[in-house]
């Protein structure tokens, strides 16, 4: 499907950013009483808010693992938040989606240290506009911390993209819809170490390893918004 939108135009696009430009992004920590750790977060036009529970006890029983914990991450987008009303429940994407978010997490967490053990993440998009796999594990990298969870590094995600011929930081809307491909990724800062790495269209190599430092220098920059919320709650938590 073709748009007649035109969304790249003289060194800008559609809303106004700049070629490797971020959206806004807002993250609220602790934002659940009844939860381990939680988070909200805005990115662009995306709403999620993320809940963690354990380290607990895996049950049924037959899904423990006597060396390590295991991660079991829930991905779920609420029916109300897409423009077309969605069915509610998991479908194909989300499943997929939440079974390479637990496998991206569980790369970042101390999972030995919890033999028997599950740690669920419950992620809820309130309000989807693109990118919602990337908002929701940088989402679920800080509701970790909050919950307390021992980890080599708080795991954070950006995409990059092609749109008319142009590679781009972190697709928007319309770019996601009527872009040439989404590269999202998500990193260890700390190492550099890739957690999750997919690929959406088709790009040329130049283009990918174009887009690809894009989306790790994004990864960087979202990391510390990360680390900022963090620390102000911790601050506030000493203020009081």
């Given amino acids: 499907m073709k748009s007649d939108i035109k969304l790249f135009e003289n060194g800008k696009r559609l809303d106004g950013r700049k070629p490797d430009e971020l959206r806004n992004i807002k993250i609220e920590t602790g934002v659940l009483h009844r939860a381990e750790g939680s988070c909200y977060l805005e990115w662009g036009g995306n709403k999620v808010i993320v809940a963690v529970y354990g380290p607990r006890e895996a049950i049924p029983r037959h899904t423990q693992n006597p060396l390590r914990a295991i991660v079991n991450a829930r991905y779920n987008m609420a029916a109300f938040s897409v423009d077309d009303r969605k069915r509610p429940g998991p479908d194909r994407r989300s499943r997929e989606i939440s079974k390479v978010i637990s496998e991206a997490l569980g790369h970042a967490i101390f999972l030995e240290r919890f033999p028997r053990a599950s740690i669920d993440v419950n992620i809820e998009v309130l309000e989807a506009e693109a990118g919602t796999r990337c908002a929701g594990l940088t989402a679920a990298g800080v509701a970790l911390v909050d919950a307390g969870i021992p980890m080599r590094d708080i795991p954070v995600a950006c995409a990059a993209g092609k749109i008319e011929g142009q590679v781009v930081l972190d697709l928007g809307k319309e770019e996601d819809n009527f872009g040439s491909a989404d590269l ?11 957690l999750l790495l997919q690929m959406d269209g088709h790009m040329t190599g130049d283009e990918f390893n ?14 510390e918004i990360q680390k900022k919320a963090i620390t102000e709650k911790y601050q506030k938590t000493e203020g009081d």
């Fill in 210 to 223: 174009t887009a690809l430092d894009m989306a790790i220098k994004g990864c960087h920059t979202v990391s």
């Fill in 184 to 194: 999202p990724i998500a990193i260890s800062p700390r190492t550099g170490e890739i």
